[in-house]
T-cell receptor, first 114, second 113 residues
Framework: NAGVMQNPRHLVRRRGQEARLRCSPM?????VYWYRQLPEEGLKFMVY????????ESGMPKERFSAEFPKEGPSILRIQQVVRGDSAAYFC????????????FGPGTRLTVT | GDSVTQMEGPVTLSEEAFLTINCTYT??????LFWYVQYPGEGLQLLLK?????DKGSNKGFEATYRKETTSFHLEKGSVQVSDSAVYFC????????????FGSGTRLSIRP
């Protein structure tokens, strides 16, 4: 059973461009979570989604950031008009049910904004 | 709000030394507590967990006991190996159905042969 997959693993964008980060959950998992890790810091919760629904977006910045988890295909975290402060590692986790016990993390996407 | 504080790193030890990484938490309810490990270039892996007071989580020689009276969840291992070199994160989540995990800032551990 393949684990949580994220791509790309590394992404370089210039200021003002858009970044799209993809997350394919583990097979059979319908709950997806996104976290951001700034350099030398812990992970910060951003958003929790189920198929076609955003359940909790309390950690998402109010502007430029959006997330979706369509009926078919991976979950997408989209950052519009990136700025240097968006440079971070973005981790996706998935679980078969709601809750923290069974969140399985992907390897992360490291975004660098130049 | 809820938060987790863990000892700053980096921590450098010799192989076979005893390890303690301190972790304390602040929470309004009765959280579940976790230790995650992140090896270089990889995502986080759940190392161990405890869901109620006095529970002891253990895995791969690591242990941590949920201490409600001191709001602590210190990570210990009796004899570390070079392969234990990684970043360790203490974390909590409120309730069994909560979706959000709150992480500490991480402690980098390096083990010398």
């Amino acid at each position: 059973n393949a684990g949580v997959m994220q791509n790309p693993r590394h992404l370089v964008r210039r200021r003002g461009q858009e970044a799209r980060l993809r997350c394919s959950p583990m097979k059979g998992h319908s709950h997806v979570y996104w976290y951001r890790q700034l350099p030398e810091e812990g992970l910060k919760f951003m958003v929790y989604l189920q198929k076609e629904n955003i359940i909790d977006e309390s950690g998402m910045p109010k502007e430029r950031f959006s997330a979706e988890f369509p009926k078919e295909g991976p979950s997408i975290l989209r950052i519009q008009q990136v700025v240097r402060g968006d440079s971070a590692a973005y981790f996706c986790a998935s679980s078969p049910t709601a809750g923290p016990f069974e969140q399985y993390f992907g390897p992360g996407t490291r975004l660098t904004v130049t | 709000g809820d938060s987790v504080t863990q000892m700053e790193g980096p921590v450098t030890l010799s192989e076979e030394a005893f390890l303690t990484i301190n972790c304390t938490y602040t929470a309004t309810g009765y959280p579940s507590l976790f230790w995650y490990v992140q090896y270089p270039g990889e995502g986080l892996q759940l190392l161990l967990k405890a869901t109620k007071a006095d529970d002891k989580g253990s895995n791969k020689g690591f242990e941590a006991t949920y201490r409600k009276e001191t709001t602590s969840f210190h990570l210990e291992k009796g004899s570390v190996q070079v392969s234990d070199s990684a970043v360790y994160f203490c974390a909590l989540s409120e309730g069994s159905s909560a979706s959000k995990i709150i992480f500490g800032s991480g402690t980098r551990l390096s083990i010398r042969p």
